[in-house]
């Protein structure tokens, strides 16, 4: 369908030298509408992400206040520096990618089961009380989900030691100083909060599917797993590809509140809970540096940048339809 | 189609408009307050934005206006965003003249990255009360790089480990806070405490996530802490604390102390102050720095009676001088203005005390010449100017004291600033500049180590080795390296 109002547009496009100029501006009337609605995101677009861009400048001076940003002193990289001259600099890394790279696999994973289970779902009053439970999570506010946790982890008052421990006949453990349980903890809760969204957007994908598609199946003896891998699948595969492309694009951003908050800042378990975000922020709190910050920021989006157009490029080799651009 | 975009324009423009009558009408205050008389916009933390503010400010500008032809505004803003908010304002080069700056705060970052104005000129051309009334050594404190770029405020220069414990229980158990003067003293305390009442956690963190050394020490922090001086002198030679016998044995003594039950289980977590756990009866103690009048400031804060020991002399330090500073922006458009009331701030007695408590018949009432009490019918609850900054006010020696507090507060402070032992290293301030990337590594490995370390959750025979590698490995060294230079270089120029 829209394949094809593409190639229309395209027809036009190419015979608007040969017509009248008449036709143009009448083109051009139609279409004002559409600009004008486009005008107010536009221009929020190039005042809160284009223009900050000068700014860019920072990662790469001395900021000195008195004599302002243009004028500071030129440094080079040395900004960027501390980000990888230690061996934190492995750690942090480290657990960023694979941290945000086993969230975008997994939730993907899980949002789409439970998505295709929630389209099972005929009953309308059930399949919307699920459905708001399963959001709930995303709605909540991290700090009240460290607090959540800590509910569960605190050593004393901690649901999991004081009942669920002594119930299994297991020791206490003091969670918030090991951190060998830290990747489990933060991976659980992230898919808990997070799968909702992500869940919501593949099931407006799946509902968008043609009906036919299914009744044709069922004739033909197809079984419901079937008709899963080779109906709901396909069909929402540019959606998923597109969501895991932009979650790509920002797997050297981390989620600030899960890293920070939910493990309540405790030092012992910094080993697997320290990501960018959270070191740049923690070493940045005492010096201020507002160069050392752009650099980080930059080196982030400069990575996810470039991770978004090699996967790209590999999904365009692939299939042509599916890549983004 | 057309009404919807019609009337979506008309939003557009509505809300285009909305936002423009009201920078009108600031920048109409701006130019209203601008007849002649500079308006100094003062910047300063505070627990609220008190009611009266206006009122106040008003009383304030009349008696400034006739004395120095300068017109003030308070600007208060809540401590939780105060390194935050005053950030932007100096990057953003807000109209700011007048700013409380301290240590804590990042000063010396600030005026290394030229955020503040150099103020040897001013101080020198209309300050001459704030030299009159500041110890030489203290005002010198602040300086950087040789220059002076804020002028501490007259309080408690000086600050003593030491410990503060609910006086209830010390009663009830016969203890002589008198004869508390070690830690094994306090271990003595604290093992009374655990014995006989089960429920009440003996020793808790003073503040959340702040190492128990930033409190009770034996060293001055020289800064940030990373590189000290230990018994405030060592020769001028700075060493790395965690390497040190003293600091193992401390860390080793918090480790028995935790394992016998003496400290708070979870102190990573903990986000608590030491006097909220007190006032929600799980405390006992905590570790406080000690002053004259503390411990009846303590027990407001906890809202039962509390007393203290001491566990070691007064000393002052410029991390401790520094912690209460007025500084001019380097965005100011009247310094000279600023400075003039910098200068009246320490001078002038009704004007502290209008800073400091407000307006007379209103919102304080005098007793005696010294005291002060609230009037019939206002409580600390509903007291329409409750800034409560008077430590900030200058010369908070000229401010009235509050009922209930020893009238002889001032003098004893003075007397205390003048018994304490001066850190050789006073007015000392470093610049980390030349070593930020070691430092944001250095800092991230102590957050890692240290509150587990000192509270006695780590097991220091593995753990502190360990602590000390990875410190090594982050640059600890070079950080100390640099340190000393400056040191040495510093050390010159006093002589």
């Not at chain 1, 199946?217 to 079984?223: F, K, M, Q, W, Y």
């Not at chain 2, 933390?45 to 003030?72: A, W």
């Not at chain 2, 509050?402 to 470093?430: R, V, Y």
Request: glycine share 6%.
């Amino acid at each position: 369908m829209s394949e094809v109002t593409v190639k229309n547009l395209q027809a036009d496009v190419q015979s608007l030298p040969v017509r009248k100029v008449n036709t143009r501006l009448m083109k051009l009337k139609r279409a004002l509408p559409l600009f004008i609605m486009m005008l107010p995101g536009l221009i929020y677009l190039l005042i809160n992400n284009y223009l900050p861009m000068f700014g860019l400048i920072i990662a790469f001076k001395d900021i000195n206040f008195a004599k302002g940003i243009l004028a500071s002193d030129w440094i080079g990289f040395k900004n960027f520096e501390y980000l990888f001259s230690t061996r934190d600099a492995f750690v942090i890394t480290r657990n960023t990618i694979l941290y945000n790279g086993g969230f975008i696999i997994l939730n993907t994973v899980l949002a789409i089961a439970v998505a295709i289970m929630l389209n099972e779902i005929k009953n309308k009053l059930a399949k919307g009380f699920y459905q708001s439970v399963i959001l709930m999570p995303f709605l909540i506010s991290m700090v009240i989900v460290s607090y959540l946790g800590y509910a569960f982890l605190s050593e004393d008052t901690g649901y999991l030691n004081h009942t669920i421990l002594p119930l299994l006949g297991l020791d206490e453990v003091s969670w918030y100083s090991e951190a060998k349980y830290w990747p489990y903890i933060l991976t659980f809760i992230n898919m808990w909060k997070g799968i909702g969204f992500l869940c919501v957007i593949y099931l407006a994908a799946i509902i968008g599917i043609d009906q036919e598609f299914y009744e044709a199946a069922t004739l033909d003896g197809a079984n419901k797993w079937k008709q899963i891998i080779h109906i709901t699948i396909p069909s929402i595969m540019p959606v998923i590809i597109m969501m895991t492309l932009l979650a790509i694009g920002r797997i050297f951003y981390s989620d600030f509140g899960l890293f920070y908050q939910v493990p309540m800042n405790s030092g012992a378990i910094y080993d697997t809970t320290n990501v960018i975000d959270t070191y740049v922020y923690r070493g940045l709190m005492q010096l201020g540096d507002i160069g050392m910050s752009a650099a980080a920021g930059l080196y982030q989006s400069v990575v996810g940048f470039i991770l978004v157009l090699v996967s790209n490029y590999l999904v365009r080799r692939k299939s042509k339809d599916n890549a983004l651009f | 189609m057309r009404k919807l975009i019609s009337i979506m324009l008309v939003v557009f423009l509505l809300l285009i408009s909305a936002c423009s009558p009201k920078q009108e009408s600031s920048t109409n205050e701006n130019s209203e307050s601008g007849d002649d008389v500079p308006e100094v916009n003062m910047v300063l933390f505070s627990g609220s934005v008190p009611k009266d503010l206006k009122i106040v400010e008003d009383e304030i500008n009349k008696l400034t206006k006739e004395k120095i032809n300068v017109k003030i505004k308070l600007t208060p803003i809540n401590i939780g965003n105060y390194v935050q908010q005053t950030n932007l304002m100096l990057s953003s080069n807000e109209k700011v003249d007048l700013m409380l700056v301290a240590s804590f705060f990042g000063y010396t970052s600030q005026a290394a990255k030229g955020q503040l104005l150099p103020l040897d000129d001013l101080v020198d051309k209309y300050g001459s009360d704030i030299k009159k009334v500041m110890d030489k050594d203290y005002l010198n404190a602040s300086k950087v790089a040789g220059k002076l770029y804020a002028v501490p405020t007259q309080r408690d220069m000086a600050s003593a480990s030491g410990i503060m414990m609910r006086k209830d229980l010390v009663e009830k158990y016969n203890i002589d806070v008198n004869k508390v003067k070690t830690l094994d003293d306090v271990e003595s305390v604290l093992k009374t405490i655990k014995d006989n009442e089960k429920d009440i956690p003996p020793l808790v963190p003073s503040n959340p996530g702040q190492q128990p050394t930033m409190i009770y020490n034996w060293f001055d922090r020289l800064g940030d802490g990373l590189g000290v001086l230990p018994k405030y002198d060592n020769k001028l030679k700075v060493v790395n604390l965690y390497e040190t016998d003293e600091y193992a044995e401390f860390v080793k003594k918090m480790r028995k102390w935790q394992n016998e039950g003496l400290l708070m289980k979870n102190p990573g977590t903990n986000t608590e102050t030491g006097a909220n756990l007190v006032k929600s009866n799980v405390g006992f103690s905590y570790l406080s720095p000690l002053k004259p009048g503390v411990d009846s400031q303590e027990s407001k804060n906890t809202q039962m009676p509390m007393v203290s020991a001491s566990l070691g002399e007064p000393v002052s330090t410029t991390f401790g001088v520094t912690t209460m500073m007025w500084g001019i922006p380097q965005s100011s458009k009247i310094p000279e203005a600023a400075m003039k009331f910098l200068n009246l701030m320490y001078q002038d007695k009704e004007l502290v005390n209008l800073l400091s408590w407000g307006i007379e018949g209103k919102h304080y009432e005098k007793v005696s010449e010294t005291l002060v009490k609230y009037p019939e019918g206002v409580d600390a609850t509903n007291n329409g100017y409750n800034l409560n900054m008077n430590f900030a006010m200058g010369n908070s020696f000229l401010s009235y004291i509050f009922e209930g507090d020893d009238p002889t507060l001032w003098h004893q402070t003075d007397e205390f600033n003048k018994s304490a032992i001066k850190s050789k290293a006073l007015g000392f301030n470093f610049d980390s500049s030349p070593v930020k990337t070691e430092v944001t590594a250095v800092t991230n490995v102590v957050n890692k180590y240290t509150i587990g370390l000192e509270n006695g959750v780590l097991d220091p025979e593995t753990e502190l080795p360990k602590f000390i590698k990875e410190l090594k490995a982050a640059g600890m060294d070079k950080i100390i390296a640099e340190k000393q230079k400056q040191l040495d270089e510093w050390a010159k120029t006093q002589k």
